[in-house]
């Protein structure tokens, strides 16, 4: 914890919020989750909306209130191939909407990593991917309209009439209400290219500007420690078959729960650190060289979303984003960072840096690209000790780059740095949140800190 969270919390300025008890429901229908919310309900606050469960930080947990998980409101309720919207309930699986879809000829935008993660997290919280030509690079970019339980328990639909609501309700983190149903685009099935380079640090920031200017879908792994990056570049293609399911789910397999496990255990079976990370980063190759490299050279973001073995907890991760035009710089400072934290502390992440390039998107207040396009660096390690650690320096590296957090994916987040970066857009969503929240029963402490 960040010594602004430690003096925060000691400072007692979450009393009120603190009913002593801690609660996890699953409502399984609208009914259920009114009932958990209304003015009248047993239950504690705050109330704290889960969807799969893959944030890093504490936005999705209610230590002293009631957790609602949202995955068994999961029904999709209408695919409507003829004007491309898909309806589901926002406990719905990335993967089970990309099936309904595929099963109409039809796909999501925008090709976003860890299919098991809900619909509903993904709008509320940040959920980015190499966005390919005018692709928005928030999943929430995608909403049309939403349903939701106010905090109060009252019913609110929200659709474009309701701009600035909408542009709240993406990237709210659940403060504003618990989304229970989400109407999305939906296209075509659009076949991309995916072209794999391996190149070096430098490599890849000499052509980092000509990269930010191009709206190619950019995705790689960064290996600070061998100077090595697995680049991935995406184009549409009207020839590009929609490639295999089975390579999109082995690399997703392979990346987010092979890797995570092999490296935890040889964290136990090999104590001596040269030679367990020489192991850890010749797996990280080799995953790269022959999992990305060869077996997903085309795909389309129904192929891409195709239901994979992760349940995302093997690891902590931390998301920094960079401006694009300054990425030739950062990401090689980058790299010199991991290096000097190794050398200082001994720390090093066990697992590859994951960057994309996103479009500009002012879909959402809070969203990270909204000025301009960005770079997402995302330090991944298994849990070992020296992360926390690890992760403040991070911000440090990042608050002195121009770096833009994300409330779900960054960790160790200074508030008044928050405040800085978001300005007048956060006075905006406080006010809102304000409004439709004034008794503060959705504010855990961890959210208090930037939203209160
Ligand atoms: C293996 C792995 C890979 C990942 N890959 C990516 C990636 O490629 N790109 C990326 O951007 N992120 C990635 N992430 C981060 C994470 O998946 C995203 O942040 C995602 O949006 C979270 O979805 P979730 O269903 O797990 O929601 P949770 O983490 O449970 O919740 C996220 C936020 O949304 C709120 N929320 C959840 N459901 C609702 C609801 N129904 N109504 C209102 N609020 C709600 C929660 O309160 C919380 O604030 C990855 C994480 C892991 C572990």
């Known amino acids: 914890m960040s010594v602004t969270a430690e003096s925060l919390r000691r400072s007692g300025r979450y009393a009120v919020l603190n009913s002593g008890r801690s609660e996890f429901?699953?409502?399984?229908?609208?009914?259920?989750?009114?009932?958990?919310?209304?003015?009248?309900?047993?239950?504690?606050?705050?109330?704290?909306?889960?969807?799969?469960?893959?944030?890093?930080?504490?936005?999705?947990?209610?230590?002293?209130?009631?957790?609602?998980?949202?995955?068994?409101?999961?029904?999709?309720?209408?695919?409507?191939a003829y004007n491309g919207r898909i309806t589901v309930r926002a406990g719905a699986r990335l993967s089970k909407v990309a099936e309904a879809l595929a099963e109409e000829g039809m796909e999501l935008e925008g090709s976003f990593d860890l299919p098991s993660r809900t619909v509903g997290g993904a709008v509320a919280g940040g959920c980015i991917g190499p966005s390919i030509g005018s692709e928005g690079a928030l999943f929430g970019s995608q909403v049309l309209s939403l349903k939701v339980v106010t905090p109060t328990g009252k019913l609110l639909s929200v659709d474009s009439s309701k701009a600035n609501l909408l542009g709240a309700f993406r990237l709210s983190y659940g403060m504003l209400g618990i989304i229970y149903e989400v109407t999305l685009k939906a296209r075509p099935i659009t076949g991309f290219n995916a072209t794999h380079r391996r190149c070096t640090v430098d490599q890849l920031s000499k052509a980092a500007g000509q990269l930010a200017k191009t709206n190619v879908g950019m995705k790689f792994m960064l290996l600070p420690f061998r100077d090595t990056v697995y680049?991935?570049?995406?184009?549409?293609?009207?020839?590009?078959?929609?490639?295999?399911?089975?390579?999109?789910?082995?690399?997703?397999?392979?990346?987010?729960?092979?890797?995570?496990?092999?490296?935890?255990?040889?964290?136990?079976?090999?104590?001596?650190?040269?030679?367990?990370?020489?192991?850890?980063?010749?797996?990280?190759?080799?995953?790269?060289?022959?999992?990305?490299?060869?077996?997903?050279?085309?795909?389309?973001s129904s192929t891409a979303h195709a239901r994979g073995g992760s349940d995302g907890t093997n690891f902590r991760y931390s998301t920094w984003f960079f401006p694009a035009s300054d990425f030739a710089i950062v990401v090689k400072a980058y790299r010199d960072f991991c290096l000097r934290i190794r050398e200082e502390t001994g720390f090093r992440c066990d697992m590859p840096t994951v960057g994309y390039r996103l479009n500009r998107d002012q879909s959402a207040y809070l969203s990270p690209a909204y000025d301009e396009p960005m770079v997402a660096l995302r330090a991944v390690s298994t849990p070992t000790s020296g992360w926390e650690n690890f992760a403040i320096d991070?911000?440090?590296?990042?608050?002195?780059?121009?770096?833009?957090?994300?409330?779900?994916?960054?960790?160790?987040?200074?508030?008044?740095?928050?405040?800085q970066v978001f300005g007048r857009r956060l006075d905006f969503f406080r006010r809102m949140r304000r409004q439709l929240d004034p008794d503060n029963r959705m504010m855990n402490p961890f959210l208090s800190q930037y939203f209160l």
Do not use: H
Request: contains cysteine; proline residues 5%; aromatic residues 8%.
């Open 231 to 300: 680049l991935d570049v995406r184009r549409f293609d009207s020839a590009a078959s929609a490639g295999r399911k089975f390579g999109w789910k082995l690399k997703d397999w392979g990346e987010s729960t092979v890797m995570p496990q092999v490296f935890r255990s040889l964290n136990t079976l090999v104590p001596m650190s040269g030679m367990r990370y020489s192991i850890v980063d010749r797996v990280s190759a080799m995953t790269q060289g022959i999992v990305s490299g060869r077996l997903v050279n085309s795909g389309s």
């Open 25 to 80: 429901v699953q409502p399984r229908n609208l009914a259920d989750l009114r009932r958990i919310m209304a003015l009248d309900s047993r239950q504690p606050t705050p109330f704290r909306p889960a969807g799969a469960g893959s944030a890093s930080t504490d936005c999705n947990t209610a230590s002293t209130g009631t957790t609602i998980d949202m995955c068994a409101l999961d029904d999709v309720l209408n695919v409507d």
């Open 394 to 419: 991070f911000g440090e590296f990042a608050r002195s780059w121009g770096g833009t957090p994300m409330f779900n994916q960054t960790q160790e987040l200074d508030p008044a740095y928050a405040r």
